[in-house]
């Protein structure tokens, strides 16, 4: 059975782009393929992070990925930290990387610009995420558009190993959802909805409530030519609506424009918060049933028992290879 792998940082509150971007895709394959879902911790401290906040979002990430359709019975779901494989094959993966490549990283230098202070860890982070992958050998890395040169960094660490050291890593494909690669923000629809920008009132949340949702919506910004079409460099704003749509109803974004043929903006928007609205409802009503309860942790307790031994197996593999150890 083909296996995949991915992850969504507990940087932030997760958003719609989150889910469409990141969760849908191991939803959509979590019957045909072995699914591993964990919650990459280390990396959200690559920024400053608060301790109490941190926590109680990781819980929350693994509430949500249930909630929003992943089924514990068909997915590994783990914590990055409770692992501690993850951060030693990093170093040695760090050892078999050039800075030149490293320094290649379009996040980082987006990330990094105008910022005093960046962390060392900010840098190396795509390192930390080629360990990630690679410890598990996965087939297919489901991610948002913004994440493939991370996974293409994983495919050449692995194949360079590999060439140096002998067959060892599996080179992952990475994959994008064709629709909704990137959902935009609602106030800037030429940027990504980041569940770490500053204006709430662009990002839809998973657990925003209704009237919150409702409401961002109604005030997404358009433009004023008052044709419905999908044309992302022109109409950014509609098209990110059309897009938000067409995913969420799974279809496609020309039926999506054939749907709203005869409507105008003020009709579009309603439709697409009242697709959104019962969305987050079926996510939130489930995740209110088990973000107290002991599910999570049992989930937890017994997945980390596999991905360790699964981890350990492949970073001795590599530590006998590259010569350390006795
Ligand atoms: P952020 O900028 O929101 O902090 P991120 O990319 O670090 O973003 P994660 O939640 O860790 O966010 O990302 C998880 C996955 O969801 C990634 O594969 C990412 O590409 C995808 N993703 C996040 N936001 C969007 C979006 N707006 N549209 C499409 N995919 C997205
Ligand atoms: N870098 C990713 C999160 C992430 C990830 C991974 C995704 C960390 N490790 C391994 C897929 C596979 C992000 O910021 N979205």
Redesign the pocket.
Known sequence: MKKIL????P??E?????L????SGSIRYQDMYDSYIFV?DM?AITVEQDPKLLKERIRKNVALYIACGLDPNKNTIYIQSENLYHANLSWILECTTYMGEASRMTQFKEKSRNKENISVGLFTYPILMASDILLYSPDLV??????KQHVELARDIATRFNNKYGETFKIPEPMI?LV?????DLQDPTK??????ENPKGIIYLLDEENVVRKKIMSAVTDSDGKIFYDEENKPGISNLLTIYACLKEISIEDAVEHFKDSNYGGLKKEVADVVVEKLNDIQNKYNEIINSNLIDEILDRDIKKVNEEAKEKYEEVRNKVGLGR
């Open positions: 991915t992850g969504l940082q940087s932030g997760l958003t719609l782009g989150s469409i971007g990141g969760i990459p990396h489901p991610t948002g558009i913004d994440q959802p909704g690669a990137k959902i935009k990504k909805m980041s569940k770490s920008s």
